[in-house]
């Protein structure tokens, strides 16, 4: 079938190659007119605009934004309301919050304008293997553009499915992130600890190579651990300064609004707020009252 | 090569069977029996006391220790010492603590006896998928022996390592095992959020399918949660109880050795312990407390 | 000075109570005509509604509004917002979120009307002890009605103060909500653990008392913890469920704002919802992954 | 009635001048012969050897060791156990482990000597508030020399008990200790939280100074955190690398041997331990792994 994306980027660029390689039509934009070109030489209908791009789709047309979440995805969601006719079909495929995709399918529906909200999960290997999809939404729409759904999981039959109604898919895809936070935490954890145990001089890449076979922890990504100590065992050219993209968070939110404790997601995610910090005020503190109660020496800068 | 197999239950029966497969000659004894007679019935040797199983293996010796970690391991190990010949060697493949491992390792080197702690992951599932296998002690004796692990590991190349002195074996195992505890809570928290978001009427068992194809949170643990939720959707018949076995404590116990935090294997060890309280003292002084300073109500049991 | 006082519950008619005994004119007002009907027997001048309560003050008239956090408080300031006078001031004492302080504050400057969010902490023990009171807002109105606070504070000069601009006095109340759950917690533990060991036999209660003199962990709370288990030592008629308030939570969403890690309050909080949940979820999905791969029991309910 | 005080530090030193003014007769050594020397000044009768001290006091005599735990106390008791008399008593006052404590009351019983562990809270403030002191042991020895006890208390009938059999002392102090960490934590990190707000440049000395009076997280540590702030309100002269001391860890020890969880307790001595990390190698792994899977860029140092 044929496909609009909106966004070539990392994500999208690749979905795009990906959805080709499966024999679909995709006519793409980007606000990149170069980032367009690269993609028409691999098989991408190029588009100069989102309105052209609409043009150049038959309806009712299925368009997958792959945008970056946030103000991006608003105003791109908002354009194609503005565009589109009844009948055509939106999907958010970015790692937009939950709420957002309920309302944006709200007011879409208003129109006559479907809207699926895809959680997306695989980065940037999704090319190669294939995208796990948890997918919310107009049941009808993720029916009629399910072809699309199966050329990019893993295979036509696994990592896809419709999940429930509109949120579901954003939800779910949060929850993921969410589960992400603490496996990784884990192994950062367990390997500090192989690596603090300094009189066993363990060598870790070979440990997560070990574990990768027929362990009880052997996962997808052990594997990149493994991949990741190999090109630096030390990883001494890293700064231990951990992003987080917002889906932590959100977690972490639901948590409280469902009154549900998640103690190890909650600790995964701090452990990245800390590791931001410099010279914690509240650690100064700790240091202060140590002084002030037992007499306790004070560090100075 | 040929081995003694000491303990025929799950796991050491398994592994006498995979090491039959391969061609190895297995001596075994098991305090049971009517379990020595089914194993040889599989192909093992049986013998009816320790004693008997050395006599029936050729110098220098292999004997696998398979039995509870503790006074079991204890007692074997203290009684194959009393026994056995200069040039033989143990393997302890239980989850014995490491430093009781390096005291054992020390105690038979004085007799000239070889001792290898050999941390093993597989569970019940190493019969057919081999098992992970991370050994310390005697690098010659491993060596040695070497063709008996590689047959118990998932394929000869791959699972199975040897990482350094006494007791690393064991170490390293005790460390897979408390990322284990922090992997299965992570899952844990996220199926209880998809769970309390009753709107959304989530079907969890499908999630955990999708996910398993191409997310970032593929694993062999996501694996077996699809099966737990396949039988049991809605884990009805399980009781929440969650029992732990020793080696989540030892990891947080060496925290507190090596001072390093590991905030997500505590906090996953923690919920094990709550699950087990009923009713907690320490809650109901909060409810007092609340009582006390805002006049809020008490619930009566 | 004269105040009027909308809400004449615990904490509203308590406060009313300490004003008139301090020698300020109080007219007060309640939904329910029986409580105001009690409060003028103790000195308050009734209203039997808010409209009437501001044509018995002069102007420019300060009223305390005491009613429930969320849509009560709301709905009283909304209406206060209509009926009152340029240069009149409201002051919230409540537990109100300290963003819809500022949004209040801003609706209502329009109007020419003060706005004063006046964190308030000291529960049923504020009538004979005095109130803590941190107060944001319009810094004139504050000065206007400072004789006020400082009645109602513990002493003329101690625990009362104007701590910055509109919202700035009910944050600081959120952050000491949030505090005060790390510590009844510390206490709830501490006391836990005490219990825990059996083999000691210790009288928590006789322990509570040694501590409340000289120790490093001596407080107001600690002085409620002994009171609490004078009156049931082994808190036998309480149910172990605790509430929060929102705080709690608006404390932990304010951290996840700012990326500031608070591991004790945070875990604080969810020992709270914990204490609410029966045979969690996520702890029999532990119990089933355990048998998965490990064969382990699992004790049905 | 007399008392034998081996140690005149900081502690020892200060009860030992608590003890003269209520009239007790108190012989002391140090190591020190210059501290010695300045003790006697303030009443102390010296000596110059333990042997020394013993030859000094009347049978049956009591000693408090105030030396710190570890090997300087084994020692010492070790030396006491081998000059002392049946009927003597030795009191440990320091932060020994409840554990040993039971071991060296076991051995000193052999030989006619009781032992008491004396747990003690009150720091540097003690000399002029008092001592808490909670003691296990013997219980006639404790009546004994429950004159002593009484006058190193606040007062003579407070924040002073017998509390159990040997260990029981120490074990309530480990507790203490215990309580002491979450509390500490609990108001670093509010007042981390109230500082990251910056829009609202709140003064923290100030409401520490509100909180200290009507406010239900009013304590004796809010007291010093007033006083640190007052004395440098940025706490800029203060390095953020904060020590335990020991009974942090043994309490969490405890609740591993107990099954008990106590998360605030916990989470607020790997605050300390994570306060000591520069560049932890688990968070460069978390960016590792980030990049690896979503090509999320790194930092390098």
Redesign the interface.
Known sequence: MELGMIGLG?MGGNMAQRLIKSGHRVVGFDPSTERVKEMVRLGVIGAASISELIDKLVSPRAIWCMVPSGQPTEDTVHELGGLLSPGDTIIDGGNSNYKDSIRRAGNLAEKGISFLDAGT??????LD??????V?GDADAYRRIEPVFRSL???SE????Y???S??GH??KM???????????????????????AD????LT??A??????????????D??E???KE?PG?????????DSGEG?W??????D????????????????????D??????????????????R????
Chains 1, 2, 3, 4 share one sequence.
């Open positions: 990392r999960s695989g980065g940037i290997w999704g293997e294939g995208y796990s999809l948890m919310g999981a893993p295979s696994k990592g896809v499915g999940v429930g109604p949120g579901a939800f779910v929850v993921h992130n969410g589960i992400e936070y603490g496996l990784m935490e884990a192994y950062a954890e367990g390997f500090e600890l192989l690596r603090a145990k066993f001089n363990l060598d070979q440990i190579g070990i574990w990768r076979y027929g362990s009880v922890v052997r996962s997808w990504l052990l990149l651990v991949l990741a100590l630096d990883l001494k050219n890293i700064r231990a300064f951990v992003e968070k977690t972490v939110q639901e948590s409280l469902l009154d549900v404790p998640l103690p190890v997601i909650v600790a995964a995610l701090q452990v990245r707020f800390r590791s931001r910090q010279q914690p005020f509240g650690n100064k503190l700790l240091v202060a009252l140590r002084n002030k109660f037992g007499g306790h004070i560090k100075t800068e």
